[in-house]
């Protein structure tokens, strides 16, 4: 049987509770963002369209912060550059993100400034390692691994440690790293797989530098790809949104459940209770009704 995801009544009646939801999520020093495809059914064709699913995550926990993480999730009928620059209308901070171009003119105000991930580099140098054997591909991928070595021992250090420890540690291998890219293309042919591995890994480690100074800033962007593993289960077991207005309510849907799972609370339970509790919840006391304010 097909399954198709329309609007819900049940998830319309709790817009103030996302709405907060949202304004916290992108209120912060640094936001994860990323997109997916979704099937959209096309009205009146019997086919269906490409639509996309937006994520934007909140995750301070790296650098030690009591701040709750959340994500944010909007849906649109494209993947035009138009619509995260709507999303991210009124945010002002760091954005970590890959090298989607659409996401250039939400950079060129400088409201908000771009960090680049190191694990879309990576990805690249593991397809040329597993497709060619490369040994330039693996000493690329063990030189990477010498940046999430330093990551993964200032993991919930608080941000001047950080960065303390990056600039010491990290920012050598870094630039040897970037150093030794750039002398390996002139030894390989430069329409080769490698070839394209190295110039993107080039390109995204110039806009990945400031994580080297800002302690509250990531060397990837799996915070937001973490975000999206739901969307690909969801694709799984239903073939398209029924329309934009079902888009939209399905952002609505996993901005809820997976902002309560980021938080360890169980979302079905929550939403149940906020759903019978909301009607005639006052509007100035709804922040109560977020998952992180729910009691042990």
């Known amino acids: 049987m097909t399954t198709v995801l329309y609007q819900s009544d049940y998830l319309s009646k709790t817009p103030r509770a996302r709405l907060v939801t949202v304004s916290r999520a ?5 936001v994860f963002a990323d997109d997916t495809p979704v099937k959209m059914l096309a009205p009146g064709t019997g086919k269906t369209a490409t639509a996309r699913l937006w994520a934007y995550g909140r995750d301070e926990r790296p650098w030690g912060s009591d701040v709750p993480p ?28 890959d090298g989607y171009a659409g996401f250039e003119d939400i950079y060129r105000s400088g409201d908000i400034k771009e960090v680049a991930c190191m694990a879309h580099a990576r990805r690249k140098f593991v397809d040329v390692h597993r497709a ?25 250090s608080p941000p001047d440690k950080r960065v303390d420890i990056r600039q010491a540690k990290a920012k050598p291998i870094f630039h040897d790293l970037e150093a ?12 080769s797989p490698l070839a394209g591995a190295i110039r993107y890994a080039l390109t995204r480690m110039a806009r990945l530098k400031p994580y080297l100074d800002h302690g509250v800033l990531e060397l990837d962007n799996n915070t937001a790809e973490r975000a999206m593993r ?19 309510t399905a952002a609505i849907a996993y901005t809820l459940i997976e902002t ?9 339970a929550w939403l149940a209770d906020t759903l019978a509790r909301i009607p005639d919840y006052k509007i100035n006391r709804v922040d109560d009704l977020l998952p992180w304010k729910i009691p042990p």
């Open 70 to 97: 959340a994500s944010w999730y909007q849906f649109s009928p494209d993947r035009k550059g138009q619509h995260p620059k709507g999303h991210l209308a009124k945010y002002q901070g760091w954005m970590h993100a």
């Open 26 to 30: 992108v209120s912060q020093k640094a």
């Open 230 to 248: 739901s969307i690909a289960i969801g694709r799984k077991n239903y073939l398209f949104v029924g329309s934009q207005t079902g888009g939209h």
């Open 260 to 268: 309560a799972k980021l938080n360890c609370i169980d979302p079905q």
């Open 180 to 191: 030794w890219l750039h002398a390996q293309l002139p030894s390989i042919s430069a329409k």
């Open 132 to 156: 060619q054997g490369s040994a330039i591909a693996d000493e690329a991928i063990k030189r990477i691994a010498q940046l999430y070595a330093v990551e993964k021992a200032v993991r919930g």
